[in-house]
């Protein structure tokens, strides 16, 4: 897949057509895992990931308007289309964004969300705050490796 012949301005059924695409290449063993770090603060959560250069990804809609910050190398597919951001950006997101990329370096991407009620429950923050939680890379992980401990 080539970054390059995607649409300039996608449609949301394209970017989940390339979601799928990319979570069949995971499932036979191409995928690559991205580990997430969240931060709190009074009424804030972020969540960072570090997407490892030459690696596509499909971020998962958010339900909420919300901040993204990114520092390094990345082309980033949205419904207004493609942009590659080098350096340092803040971009907001509205409610239902949904974003592909494709690392050219090393990039860290965090996205900044209200938290009222200071929850530190990782689990409870996804469910508020993206659209089908349960397509989570961190979820479906979790998922398989509970099933090999129980099928050992």
């Known amino acids: 897949m080539d970054a390059l012949t995607l649409p300039n301005v996608p449609t949301r059924e394209q970017i989940e057509r390339f979601g799928h695409a990319l979570l069949a290449l ?12 969240h931060h709190f603060a009074d009424g ?10 030459g690696t596509y990804l499909v971020g998962l809609a958010h339900k909420a308007e919300h901040i993204n910050v990114c520092h390094g190398d990345i082309t980033v597919w949205t419904e207004a289309g493609m942009k590659r951001l080098v350096g340092y950006h803040v971009l907001p997101s509205q409610p239902g964004a949904q974003r592909v990329g494709y690392a050219h370096a090393d990039t860290y991407w ?3 969300h209200t938290n009222p009620d200071n929850t530190r429950d990782v689990r409870a923050l996804e469910d508020r705050l993206v659209e089908h ?3 989570l890379q961190d979820r479906r992980l979790q ?4 099933t090999v401990e129980a099928l050992a």
């Open 26 to 37: 995971e499932q036979a063993g191409a995928g690559v895992e991205i580990l997430s770090e």
């Open 44 to 53: 804030l959560v972020t969540r960072t990931i570090l997407i490892p250069a």
């Open 110 to 112: 965090t996205t900044v």
């Open 133 to 135: 939680p349960e397509r």
């Open 143 to 146: 998922l398989e490796r509970e």
